[in-house]
């Protein structure tokens, strides 16, 4: 059983900052990719970042320069960092992790419950 809990969204005035983080926890053999995702009111679920173990790190274009993803891997996390908030970014925002449980188990996608993100003055 492998389980991502979010934490950090919320309330802020475009142009401001916040941190979203994410903690894998469970049976976790190998943690490959990592990211965010965010799914706006009437819209598709869309990429915000990724971040492959030992790759490069991927963003949409509409977040580039504003938002930064990084990893702990020793403590299962993903963190993403948004600044210049803006009202478009309004969305329920899901990590997401590509998890081997077990040696001998394929890689699954998991993901969290998903955080409110609201930007309006």
């Known amino acids: 059983q492998v389980q991502l809990a979010e934490s950090g969204g919320g309330l802020v005035q475009p142009g401001g900052s916040l941190r979203l983080s994410c903690a894998a926890s469970g049976s976790i053999f190998r943690i490959n990719n990592m990211g965010w995702y965010r799914q706006a009111s009437d819209k598709q679920r869309e990429l915000v970042a990724t971040?492959?173990?030992?790759?490069?790190?991927n963003y949409a274009d509409s977040v580039k320069g504003r938002f930064t993803i990084s990893r702990d891997n020793a403590k299962n996390t993903v963190i993403l960092q948004m600044n210049s908030l803006k009202p478009e970014d309004t969305a329920v925002y899901y990590c997401s992790a590509v998890i081997r449980t077990s040696i001998g188990s394929y890689a699954a996608n998991y993901w969290g419950k998903g955080t409110l993100v609201t930007v309006s003055s």
């Open positions: 971040l492959p173990s030992g790759g490069s790190t």
